[in-house]
């Protein structure tokens, strides 16, 4: 049998193959289903998803075929793609004259062969979804067109894949500096906790008084170059990183010597202190460095850290450009307060955590009260679901943010009592409105592995009296990282209370083709790190309009979160995003503005989409 011609794109071809980094992949249930649709389709004995390489062709999934790849001379996929947009059906490879003396066919093992080319981004055909049997079939116009919608989804699947994997590894680095970031800092960490490794953590001085003066822009200069003098004092083995913010770590193996680790803190200081410039203004700045040992100061990575984050304290105490070691302090701070929350008009972090245990503990005062942010369909131009945000005021005109008590309270284990109150708060208050919109409420992770959330909701819905269809309950991937069967246990159980769950922050580290497929999630949320590059981006353009094509595949509602700009909007419209949610249709206000503000919401995005000129769109889920 002579091979398959090469397509005339070979050379493209295969470097859009080559970037999806799909081949010699593990097997994955998202694509195995697809190939168990198609052979109950056709009642074939083999369907598979055909990826065709220089000389060969490789399967991601299969189903009837017990080898993952054959050599590309025998392919009848190597044919398929030579007409990226037809089906290429073979009811019988005995009068096909291209196949008549394959070995299969001759062998009796393979009469009917059907595929549909996989397509690239650019349109260039990688492979197929394909079906075969020992009989010969002749399929009907509905079969083919099954299959032919099938091979969109796997195409999409495919593209969601490559971008998926493609941010992951983006996701170990901070796209600032280029430093790593702190999720690498956290990988690594660990394994280098099982010899001797000295740790420094570094806070910069007074850097919200350089982005107050130089705004932003200037304030991420300075961030660059001190990533860059820090990288040029790490040795070889070393490790620097940015941990967010004005944050960042040296992870140094060895280096015993008080000594060492001094004249390194010098170096530091002496790097840091030397003349910015900005604007052609000269910057001063200053960090301040806290220093730990394992294992003289501590005996694992967590306690590691603690004893680094307690020598910081202190040098930021003592004053700026200060250097502390663990081994000369006497004593440490709550290892519980994460450094952030230092003080809210002058009330301190310990203060902080205690206001908080007595806000959350059975009885307490709970001081909170809910914002609720409209979220918009774009067919309709009205408002479908509020998602409600709790926030708390301390004291008057003095509010912490919420990202700082949230996790202070996962820190404290209190965040299953706020998420209580939360839930029953926004039930309550939903079960008011004029009118039924849905309210959306976001149960932290750790609540899904501390508690029967289930149960939870329903008796928020029992006391609030709100229809369970009107409530829908948002979860991070993250609540996967514990007892997997009892978070599935959880989310069938709200799903057969008859309420929605959506899986929230999709696209910012944590989403998956597999959890989409495990848990019958009614929809996703588009993290608004995707949503903001969006309109100087294309790849993260072009993964916004994956996810929302993916997510019609799969019949759930994609809401894109951080909508900020008509530019953004216009482009999340052309991706077909049914829904969004952001401050350029309206700011989360409280209860009393909740009308009022809705109606200006739909005021907006009317205008908005005028502005744009912008069509009808897909029917919002």
């Not at 430093?179 to 690594?188: C, K, V």
């Not at 960490?189 to 822009?217: E, Q, R, W, Y």
């Not at 928020?460 to 246990?489: C, F, H, N, P, Y």
Request: hydrophobic share 45%; aromatic share 6%; net charge negative.
């Amino acid at each position: 049998m002579p091979p398959a011609p090469l397509p005339h794109d070979e050379a493209e071809r295969l470097i859009a193959l080559h970037g999806l980094d799909l081949i010699d992949t593990p097997a994955s249930e998202v694509f195995n289903s697809f190939v168990r649709v198609a052979s109950g389709i056709f009642s074939t004995t083999i369907a598979a998803i055909s990826l065709i390489d220089t000389d060969r062709q490789w399967f991601k999934a299969s189903v009837g075929l017990p080898i993952r790849q054959t050599p590309r001379d025998v392919s009848f996929c190597a044919h398929a793609i030579l007409q990226p947009h037809e089906v290429l059906c073979v009811s019988d490879a005995r009068l096909d004259p291209r196949f008549t003396d394959h070995p299969d066919v001759l062998s009796g093992d393979l009469r009917f062969y059907a595929g549909v080319p996989l397509l690239s981004e650019e349109g260039h055909a990688l492979g197929a979804l394909c079906v075969a049997d020992r009989h010969p079939q002749q399929p009907d116009k509905r079969q083919l067109e099954h299959l032919r919608d099938l091979a969109t989804g796997v195409s999409a699947a495919i593209r969601l894949h490559s971008l998926m994997h493609r941010l992951e590894k983006e996701a170990h680095r901070d796209p600032l500096t280029s430093l790593s970031n702190r999720r690498e800092f956290e990988a690594l960490l660990s394994p280098a906790a099982n010899d001797s490794v000295t740790l420094f953590l570094l806070d910069l001085d007074n850097f919200k008084g350089i982005n107050d003066v130089f705004g932003h822009p200037g304030g991420d200069l300075v961030l660059q170059e001190v990533g860059r003098r820090l990288q040029a004092l790490v040795r070889s083995g070393d490790r620097a990183f940015r941990l967010g913010g004005d944050e960042f770590a040296l992870l140094c193996p060895g280096m015993a010597s008080s000594e060492a680790r001094q004249a390194l803190a010098d170096r530091i200081h002496a790097a840091i202190g030397a003349a910015f410039m900005v604007d052609d203004q000269p910057v001063p700045l200053r960090t301040s460095i806290g220093i730990a040992t394992l294992p003289d100061d501590a005996k694992t990575a967590q306690e590691l850290v603690q004893a680094a984050d307690a020598a910081l304290y202190r040098a930021k105490r003592a004053g700026r450009g200060v250097t502390r070691q663990a081994a000369t302090l006497p004593d440490t701070i709550d290892p519980l307060v994460p450094k952030g929350i230092s003080a809210v008009h002058n009330i301190g972090r310990m203060d902080l955590a205690a206001r908080l245990r007595q806000a959350l503990v059975p009885s307490g005062a709970e001081p909170f009260h809910l914002v609720f942010q409209p979220v918009m369909a774009l067919n309709t131009q009205e408002t479908t679901s509020l998602e409600a945000l709790v926030r708390w005021d301390i004291s008057p005109g003095s509010a912490v943010p919420p990202d700082e008590f949230v996790t202070l309270a996962e820190r404290l284990g209190l965040i299953s009592h706020l998420d209580r109150w939360v839930l029953n708060a926004a039930c309550k208050e939903a079960a008011t409105w004029p009118k039924p919109w849905r309210v959306a409420v976001n149960i932290s992770a750790l609540s899904f592995g501390l508690m029967d959330v289930a149960a939870m909701v329903e008796d928020a819905l029992t006391s609030s009296g709100l229809a369970s269809d009107r409530l829908i309950i948002e979860m991070t991937e993250t609540a996967l990282g514990g007892d997997t069967t009892q978070v599935q246990k959880a989310v069938q159980g709200i799903r057969e209370l008859g309420a929605r769950i959506v899986l929230d922050d999709f696209g910012g580290g944590h989403g998956s083709l597999m959890t989409l497929r495990q848990f019958p999630f009614t929809g996703l949320k588009i993290d608004q790190s995707l949503v903001k590059p969006i309109a100087s981006d294309t790849v993260h353009a072009r993964m916004v309009e994956v996810l929302a094509e993916f997510g019609h595949v799969l019949d759930i509602r994609v809401v894109a979160e951080g909508v900020e700009s008509m530019e953004q909007l216009r482009i999340l419209a052309e991706c077909g995003v049914p829904l969004a949610q952001g401050y350029l249709f309206a700011k989360p206000v409280r209860p009393s503005d909740l009308v009022q503000a809705i109606e200006a919401a739909e005021v907006n995005l009317r205008a908005a989409l005028a502005a744009s000129q912008l069509g009808p769109f897909s029917e919002a889920a």
